[in-house]
């Protein structure tokens, strides 16, 4: 097991108290774990607060480093368009309902401590990321619900055409049918190869149906992240590599499992009795890390993940 993070900050870490609270932290803080860590990126600009939807798309427009603190609930059936270095920081309690983000040809952006819910297929993603770089989604609740078909929401949470260097970190994803896509289909390995390095930290999924996550071509990390009542968990797809460890499941059918290739490393995980059924390979990520052992990754995740962060 490593024993040290790899981090762009040495100021506003995150704390824990002995409780398993979470202290205040800054919210210009830069990525402090996964791929999101490499490859330059970084937090900064001027502070705007904004508490409309129009006000949301405006300061999340253009490239220029601004942190974006959302304050109250924003509703809409829209997706925000998020511009290159922006940081979108909720504030405590901030939501945005049916209203998405969307990061596209864009670098360098922090999405943290926000609740999105029910954003319609029509609409989009709650989250999508295409053709970025630099991503870290951190301390975020997504979900919709389960009563309507699964095509009435589109996902969670989806990373496409060739993104690269994306962190999801403390974050909890549920109830919902489709829930975080890497890859969006088989016949773009020309565009996919090679990229869609993502790394899942110590997030909590709960309730979904599948694609927690599914993941094509690329080479990616499942870290400490807890599993419950999922019914189809990690799919690896076309060639896709992943690190898979120290990870907690219950009350699921399939843990992990591979439909048109795929392999993993898997490590010190435990399934509840899912299936696992995933071809061996020798996997590594080029960062540091801490993981967590496997008997506390259950407690650590249902306590800190989510929008509980407090600016």
């Avoid at 290739?261 to 801490?290: D, F, H, K, W």
């Amino acid at each position: 097991m490593k024993t040290t993070f790899f981090s762009f900050a040495l100021v506003g870490l995150l704390q824990f108290a002995s409780a398993g609270l979470i202290k205040r932290q800054s919210a210009s803080q830069p990525a402090d774990v996964g791929y999101a860590t490499l490859n330059g990126g970084g937090a900064g600009g001027p502070t705007v607060t904004v508490s409309s939807l129009t006000a949301l798309q405006s300061a999340a427009s253009g490239d220029l480093a601004t942190i974006i603190l959302v304050s109250g609930k924003i509703s809409g059936a829209a997706v925000v368009k998020v511009g290159s270095n922006k940081s979108i920081i909720g504030k405590s309690g901030a939501v945005l309902e049916g209203v998405g983000l969307r990061v596209s040809k864009k670098n360098n952006v922090i999405i943290r401590n926000l609740k999105i819910s029910k954003v319609l297929a029509s609409t989009g993603d709650a989250i999508g990321i295409d053709y970025a770089k630099n991503v870290w989604v951190d301390h975020v609740e997504l979900s919709s619900d389960m009563s309507h078909s699964k095509d009435y929401y589109d996902g969670l949470l989806d990373i496409t055409h060739g993104s690269d260097y994306v962190t999801v970190s403390n974050s909890y994803l549920h109830d919902h049918w489709k829930s975080s896509l890497v890859g969006h289909s088989d016949n773009n390995s020309g565009e996919d190869k090679g990229h869609l390095t993502v790394s899942y930290v110590n997030n909590y999924w709960k309730n979904l149906n599948s694609r927690a996550p599914s993941y094509r071509f690329g080479t990616g990390h499942i870290l400490n992240n807890y599993f419950e009542n999922v019914s189809d968990g990690v799919n690896i797809r076309q060639n896709a590599k992943l690190l898979i460890e120290g990870n907690v499941w219950s009350g699921g059918k399939k843990a992990i499992y591979t439909t048109d290739g795929g392999s993993a490393t898997l490590r010190n995980n435990e399934y509840g009795g899912a299936s696992v059924s995933v071809p061996s390979a020798s996997v590594s990520v080029p960062y540091q890390y801490t993981a967590l052992a496997v008997g506390s990754t259950k407690s650590h995740v249902q306590a800190n993940a989510g929008a509980k962060l407090n600016f």
